[in-house]
């Protein structure tokens, strides 16, 4: 919302040498961020009023003159003008050369061949308005030679402009008493109330409109209308407001249509309040009713605007049709035109809920449906009409008001008394404040404080404020607290026991895994989004529909929650592949399935934490494979997650985009919890990836719970042990996994490891053949091996190889 | 190689002893010298010290021999043997360094490496900027007693929005635009989530953190995601102040630019905390001067704060009238932009890895 500073010295005239600048900073400080802030009107010190003597064609030109202007004091200058509406007698401002107007420095210079002396204005140029049709025309009255800002003082304005998110609480502050009441509680200065006409309220004679009210109340989705006021006033003349008038909407950034609008929009940005003027003979059998729409019923708005209706809209309704939706705009058919003689003034107070949800249906947020769904002081809606219908008045001397003020009101406003003091208020926030100043501030913002400065009050909340804003003792906290300004509170810690925070060990453990990918295996952690579509879902073989939906997506390439990492980082490997070939990253991200026996719609769909990582390698050899596995491995091994094994792939563990071949699956005490595989081929072709790329997939959440919390230690063995080497021969595609378990179940408790030190592949071993050698250590922990035990052991080993059938390799 | 037939030199001829031990010494320590000459390596040296000087070696046999002797002759010729004893094994040491000496100098002469040759490109990998400044903040509140807490992506209205005093048809909800899921429940709008369900968990007093995605349906462009990282914090005891509230933000604030950062708290509506502020600071980026990141401002709305809403309390089964606490919300996401003067909210989903690994 803009804001006009002569607009509010009108209402608090209050004194300070701060600059535009800082006069918004505090603003923000106290009361609402100010986002920008502007001067007005700073070279109208500089243009004069000019009188026109005479126009002449110009020689060169069909569309310019030669204007002869009288600037005062008998100095007269040519100027060459384009201005359709220049001719003799009229008074117009006038910039001599030197003088910047919108931005670009008067020049005396030759147009065209004829010298011209400075510049004629049009408001446009001036910045007042956007009325660039012609020049603008002072009043007749005017003397030549005489500066514009002496001629119109209000035209030098400062214009803030607050942030509307930041008033979403404070239904007071959309006009510009309530920001006047602001700075005279922010510079200590005094507000002058704003007085309504209520002799107005009483006028003689009878309207022919009657006004019915459907519905009871404010609150809830039932909701109508807590206040309807109307007042009809014949001998109306629509005509183009004037000047000050259109300056002073313009300024703030509204466009001026005629007197009546006008003045219905000067009042919403004065009190807040939005009004609407009804032609009086455009409302069919003279009846406004306030009720809702028909389904389907249809407006044609005063925008243009065609809109279809639903039975929870509010509307202004005459005996036909809906002439208005409430609260949100005026139907074209009501509206004033330029043959109006009689206005039908409404000045209500709509269901905030119902506004809101109209407008938002119909994509509509105006002026007065912003105001509306804010929850709007109904007080205001009787001012608002008695200080319009006085603004008509003044402006359209003929017109009369016809009969009294119809005023529907379905609620008594309610009063809301809070009790508190001001030890209270300054607890809370922690600073000294003195009870006095507590006092003040409350009483300048409008406040009614009963009982002793320094005892128990009584505090009553403003009319304005009472709406929802303020309530309870907190919010009269802030109150104080902003007024006061929080950087004036000094800061201290609470008093606090000193204990150790309770250690999130899932979030430890994220963290442990994320750092040793990092630093172990020199992977980068990525983030990728939880949201996918349809097309992505299908590249991969998934089963779009099987996914989490959203109800508003964006696109439809990020509508569903994804059920799956891996291919995503597929995505991503191609797209770093484009700079790099050898790289490889990590994630832990969430996956979403819906939940399997969900029953009330408060159940939430099952969210687990994944690892992937996807490591892109230059050349397609098989030791990638084993790079990765070994970095999973170890991985677990950190993390402490006991049990775990790789073992071949089951039809199940393999994602339909993973090589079947080169794919290993984790298991955790029997349980899947992930896999380790290169991308199928299919899947490398068709997203174009080169080298090597090598996936793997675990659960996190399953590792975190097959995790050993602690260190188990044991003492290092006090015997020595006796290394064994053996090697086999073995058909090429048995796992070295199944020889070693035939080799751990014939050495028994006495083999304390065994490890793999060499495959071999060749000549040596025959075709379809390898060579598997052990690295095997046996010992005992309470005593040395004898000779014969040893002996023993490692014949029951390799008589236990060559009766599985792997030979022994000399 | 040719190799030296020690047990032929020194061999164990009486005759021979005889004249060790009765002549002259000088003989045997010549063909002593002659043979060390003839060594060509260090397995060879270490031969011939065994044969003499082993337990079974030659001199050691000499001098177990000389308790055949008489009283006279035993000293007489343990003089001697002791004599060539120690002339051997000097010697012998003074071949065994020059033989180390050798050694080392050759391997001195022979390794070299090229230093621009860069053979072995083992990566150094790293965290993302977002969970380096995420654990950063972790560490910096667990320090002072807060818990860290998380919870689930997918939230119900109720924990999103209810219990966060913003109902239904209220116009706050405009500020926060949601995705809402078909089965009625919504992507997390803000960590705020994390206070509920850490309020329906713990009793007062308590101190947590939340950090966490989040999800609004905005147009992305460079300074809006549809997913950004917020961390949640909330303190909640008897007299809780606005002033204790100002002091861990600023403990907060020194500890993550460890600079002087100009800030400003001024009011800002949070349908959640009563009185509510909005903490800005003075844009890092562009110094105040005004860019893309503050939009033109110069001010950067880092952190929403305010004490918690009685409202709020409630929800969370905290009886407003015995205890009052403050809550924050910090947008991780921003603070990364901020700190290192990224100018592009998007890099951070990009995966793109010449963006990320620059943060080692």
Known sequence: ?810 | MESVDFAEVLSPDPAHFEHAVKEDLSTIQAEFAALLRNVSDEKELATLKVHLLGKKGRITGLLKELGQLSPDERQACGKRINELKSYVEEALGEAEASFVDRQMRERLETEWVDVSLNLSRRPVGNLHPVSQVQYEIEDIFSAMGFEVLDGPHVETDEVNFEALNIPKEHPARDMQDTFYLEDGNLLRTHTSTIQVRGMQRLKPPFKIIGPGKVFRSERIDASHEVTFHQLEGMMVNRDIKVAHLIHFMKVLLSSIFRREVEVRLRPGYFPFVEPGFELDIRCLLCSGKGCSVCKQVGWVELLPCGMVHPNVLRAGNIDPDKYSGFAFGLGLDRLVMMRYGIDDIRHFHSADLRFIRQFR
Not at chain 1, 38 to 67: C, E, F, M, Y
Not at chain 1, 291 to 301: M, N, P, S, W, Y
Not at chain 1, 565 to 590: D, T
Not at chain 1, 643 to 669: F, M, T
């Open chain 1, 1 to 810: 919302m803009q804001i006009s500073l002569n607009w509010i010295r009108q209402f608090c005239p209050f004194e300070t040498t701060e600059s535009p600048r800082e006069i918004g900073a505090r603003f923000s400080l106290h009361t609402a961020e100010v986002e920008h802030w502007s001067i007005r009107g700073s070279n109208l010190s500089q243009i004069l009023v000019a009188a026109v003597l005479g126009v002449k064609p110009h020689p060169n030109a069909d569309r310019l003159t030669v204007v002869e202007v009288d600037i005062g004091r008998g100095e007269k200058r040519d100027v060459v003008c384009g201005a359709p509406n220049v001719r003799p007698g009229i008074l117009v401002p006038y910039a001599a050369p030197g003088i910047v107007v919108d931005g670009h420095e008067i020049r005396e210079t030759k147009v065209r061949g004829v010298l011209s002396q400075g510049m004629l204005c049009s408001e446009k140029e001036l910045e007042l308005s956007v009325d660039s049709t012609g020049l603008w025309e002072l009043p007749p009255d005017a003397l030549a030679g005489t500066p514009i800002a002496t001629l119109r003082p209000d035209l030098r304005d400062v214009i803030l402009e607050v942030d509307n998110k930041s008033l979403t609480h404070r239904p007071d502050l959309w006009g510009h008493h309530g920001i006047a009441r602001e700075f005279s509680a922010i510079y200590h200065a005094p507000l002058l109330a704003l007085k309504a006409d209520d002799g107005l309220a009483n006028s003689r004679g009878q309207s022919q409109i009657r006004v019915s009210v459907e519905g009871k109340g404010v609150g809830g989705r039932d909701g109508f209308c807590r206040r309807y006021c109307g007042l009809q006033i014949d001998g109306v003349r629509v005509s183009p407001s004037p000047d000050w008038l259109r300056h002073r909407l313009a300024f703030i950034g509204a466009r001026s249509v005629n007197n009546i609008v006008d003045v219905t929009n000067y009042i919403l940005f004065e009190l807040g309040q939005p009004l609407h003027a009804f032609d009086t003979q455009r409302i069919e059998g003279a009846e406004v009713r306030v009720r809702r729409a028909h389904q389907g019923e249809e407006l044609d708005l005063l925008d243009g605007q065609e809109v279809k209706l639903d039975h929870e809209d509010l509307v202004i309704a005459d005996a036909r049709s809906a002439i208005a939706l409430a609260g949100v705009m005026g139907g074209a058919g009501s509206q004033i035109t330029e043959s109006t003689t009689s206005i039908f003034l409404e000045s209500a107070n709509f269901a905030p809920a119902r506004v809101r949800r109209a407008s938002v249906r119909v994509g509509k947020r105006t002026d007065s449906s912003l105001r509306f769904e804010k929850s709007l002081d109904p007080e205001n809606a009787r001012t608002g009409i008695l200080r319009a219908a006085r603004m008509v008045l003044d402006l359209c001397p003929e017109a009369k008001v016809i009969g009294p003020l119809k005023d529907l009101a379905h609620e008594p406003a309610q009063t809301i008394e809070i009790s508190t003091s001001a030890a209270i208020l300054t607890r809370r926030l922690g600073a000294e404040i003195e009870a006095r100043e507590v006092r003040a501030t409350l009483d300048r913002l409008g406040f009614l404080v009963r009982g002793d400065t320094g005892g128990e009050w009584k505090v009553r909340v403003p009319s304005w404020r009472a709406t929802k804003d303020v309530s309870m003792r907190e919010d009269l906290v802030e109150e104080i607290g902003r007024i006061h300004g929080y950087d004036q509170i000094k800061p201290f810690a609470p008093e606090w026991t000193c204990d150790s925070p309770r250690v999130n060990e899932h979030r430890r453990l994220e963290r442990t895994a994320k750092e040793f990918l990092a630093l172990h295996c020199g992977m980068s952690e990525i983030f990728t989004y939880s949201l996918v579509g349809a097309a992505h879902c299908q590249r991969f073989g998934l089963d779009p529909q099987s996914h989490l939906k959203l109800k508003n997506p964006m696109s439809e390439d990020m509508d569903r929650l994804r059920q799956e990492i891996a291919p995503m980082h597929l995505e991503k490997a191609v797209e770093n592949q484009r700079y790099a070939r050898s790289f490889g990253f990590f994630e832990l991200g969430r996956v979403y399935r819906k939940k399997k026996d969900r029953r009330q719609a408060s159940d939430l769909p099952d969210e687990r934490s994944h690892l992937a990582g996807c490591i892109s390698f230059e050349k397609k050899i098989p030791e990638n494979f084993y790079t990765v596995r070994h970095f999973v491995l170890s991985l677990l091994e950190r993390l402490r997650v006991a049990d775990a094994q790789v073992v071949p792939p089951s039809e199940a563990s393999i994602k339909p985009w993973a090589h079947p071949g080169v794919h290993a699956r984790v298991r955790l005490r029997s349980k899947d919890c992930g896999q380790i595989y290169r991308v199928h081929p299919a899947i490398e072709a068709i997203l174009g990836l080169e080298g090597d790329v090598i996936l793997f997939d675990l659960d996190f959440d399953a590792l975190f719970e097959s995790r050993q919390r602690e260190i188990i230690y044991q003492s290092p063995l006090k015997y020595p042990t006796v290394p064994f080497d053996v090697a086999v021969i073995a058909p090429e595609r048995v796992p070295v996994s199944e020889i070693q378990e035939k080799i751990e179940k014939a050495a028994g408790k006495l083999l304390l490891s065994a490890e793999v030190f060499d495959v071999f592949h060749g000549e040596q071993s025959g075709q379809g053949q390898k060579s598997v050698a052990f690295h095997l250590i046996f010992g005992a922990l309470d005593r040395t091996l004898s000779g014969e035990e040893r002996k023993e052991i490692e014949e029951r080993v390799m008589e236990a190889l060559k009766s599985s059938g792997f030979p022994l390799r000399q």
